[in-house]
């Protein structure tokens, strides 16, 4: 997977760019299809906002963490990030499952008219 990192107001740092590959290292076995991610980390007001975005299975997924010190704000990203994917997962195997049919229950009224009660 293809990570493309970029600061605005922020000095992406070698240790900054292994922080990001382990944390997102899970994402990629847990996602194979997943082929790149653009990662946006800007400090704007005192706060770090970290943008991530990507492709999936024909979708389009953002997240987005913010938080007053950068590694936080890179970990709520990931964890919204994980969570838009599964979601999106989650679409497209319910899109492949037999849908049951819809049968309306019998109502009790009904059942009652048709018992024999006058033994």
């Given at each position: 997977m293809?990570?493309?990192l970029?600061g605005?107001?922020v000095?992406?740092?070698?240790?900054v760019?292994?922080?990001?590959e382990?944390?997102?290292t899970k994402?990629?076995?847990h996602?194979p299809?997943?082929i790149?991610l653009?990662i946006i980390i800007a400090?704007?007001?005192?706060e770090?906002d970290?943008?991530?975005?990507?492709?999936?299975?024909?979708?389009?997924?953002?997240a987005?963490?913010v938080?007053?010190v950068?590694?936080?704000?890179?970990?709520s990203?990931?964890?919204?990030?994980d969570?838009a994917l599964?979601?999106?997962?989650g679409q497209?195997?319910a899109d492949?499952?037999?849908?049951?049919?819809?049968?309306?229950?019998?109502?009790a009224y009904?059942?009652?008219q048709?018992?024999?009660l006058t033994?």
């Amino acid at each position: 997977m293809k990570i493309n990192l970029s600061g605005h107001h922020v000095d992406v740092t070698d240790v900054v760019k292994q922080h990001v590959e382990e944390k997102f290292t899970k994402l990629a076995s847990h996602f194979p299809t997943l082929i790149s991610l653009d990662i946006i980390i800007a400090k704007e007001h005192g706060e770090f906002d970290v943008e991530i975005s990507t492709n999936y299975e024909g979708s389009r997924i953002a997240a987005k963490g913010v938080d007053a010190v950068m590694y936080p704000a890179i970990a709520s990203a990931a964890k919204k990030l994980d969570a838009a994917l599964k979601h999106r997962k989650g679409q497209l195997k319910a899109d492949l499952h037999a849908k049951p049919e819809v049968t309306a229950p019998e109502i009790a009224y009904e059942k009652i008219q048709e018992m024999d009660l006058t033994k």
